[in-house]
């Protein structure tokens, strides 16, 4: 009988040491890590308010206004310069507005319905549509109809010409001119006599003035010059709602000579839109007296 073989096997020493723990992260890390993350969403958030157009908008109003603060220091308090329009305004009239002719050439109206300087915005454009009784304004066609388009309220105006038979100037004017429900009413300027006597205008417009009865029932407006109105017109039209001409004058002096509803106060504003200078009309009442004058 053989004997038999013990093999001994080889056994890897056993080591009393544990694997390393992996530590979580201390309250202080974290609190660093949240604190970078934070910060990160700040300066972000500030990027885009900085870039942001809104942003610069609010800026250059802020600048703006107070420009406009410190160089209305001195002037009269009861009037306001603004200054992109070139025209002093009382700060009681809210509804603002040009005329404009041939003069003003060719009006890009988009920009002028746009132009906004401290919250004075144009709302109405009185346009000359005629004078005497063949000449219509090259003009006329063109303003008339894109004012309207971009939402102005329009109104046509008609230059008086004494020496040429009244009731023929308003047939003319009529026809060439189709108001429409919400524009002004139509307006006849008067500030000559073109030699004749003041009698002869007189009955001339008055000729005019019934013709106008007859083929509509809107009363027009008369347009005119302070002191033409005074010398010639006073007393004579007083049912007539009037615009009233009188330039870079005290509102007191204007408010003593005439029961005024218009008044172009200024012949020198700018306008976005209008390369030459223009006039700059204001109404005296409020946004419901001016709606109430309106064609319905």
Known sequence: MTASKTTTRYKKPVSNKKPPVKRKPTAKKRSKQGS???????????????????????????????????????????????????????????????????????????????MDDDGLRITFVFIKATEGDALMDTYFRRNWREAAKVGLVCGAYHYFRPEINGRDQAKFFLKTVRPETSDLPLVVDVEELDGVSPDRMRQSLDDFFAYFRLKSNVRPIIYSGLSFYQDYLKGYYDN????????????????????????????????NGINHAVDFDTFKGDSVAFNKLLIH
């Open 36 to 114: 970078s993350l934070n910060w990160k969403i700040a300066l972000t958030g500030l990027l885009l308010i900085v870039f942001s157009p809104f942003y610069y908008r609010y800026v250059v109003n802020g600048f703006v206004t107070a420009w406009h603060w410190m160089t209305n220091i001195g002037e009269d308090p009861n009037y306001h310069h603004y200054h992109d329009f070139n025209v002093y305004v009382s700060e009681k009239y809210s509804i603002h507005g040009i005329d404009v002719s041939y003069a003003q050439g060719k009006i890009d109206w988009p920009k002028v319905k746009a």
């Open 240 to 271: 007539y709602t009037l615009w009233i001409a009188h330039y870079h004058k005290p509102e007191t002096e204007i408010n003593r000579a005439a029961n005024w509803q218009f008044w172009q106060h200024s012949d020198k504003a700018k306008v």
